[in-house]
């Protein structure tokens, strides 16, 4: 039996079985806590993600750019 590290709550064993895709160890996180990492971590990951997803022109973006 083992539990999440991060809110202790009880994991089942697909839950314990699974592999962090970050670190390549076991997550030792429940399904919540998880979903909750991924989340943070592909915000960090992608910072590029987060201003493409503001731009909502990008060619409109890039002639600003080259005024500049
Ligand atoms: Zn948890």
Same mark, same amino acid.
């Given at each position: 039996?083992?539990?999440?590290?991060?809110?202790?709550?009880?994991?089942?064993?697909?839950? +314990?079985?699974? =592999?962090?895709?970050?670190?390549?160890?076991?997550? !030792?996180?429940?399904? &919540?806590?998880?979903?909750?990492?991924?989340?943070?971590?592909?915000?960090?990951?992608?910072? +590029?993600?987060? =201003?493409?997803?503001?731009?909502?022109?990008?060619? !409109?973006?890039?002639? &600003?750019?080259?005024?500049?």
């Amino acid at each position: 039996m083992s539990r999440c590290k991060a809110c202790d709550v009880i994991m089942n064993e697909f839950e +314990m079985r699974r =592999i962090d895709r970050a670190t390549g160890d076991y997550s !030792e996180l429940c399904s &919540d806590c998880l979903s909750a990492s991924n989340e943070a971590t592909r915000e960090i990951d992608s910072p +590029m993600q987060i =201003i493409l997803d503001d731009i909502v022109n990008p060619f !409109e973006f890039l002639a &600003d750019m080259e005024e500049q």
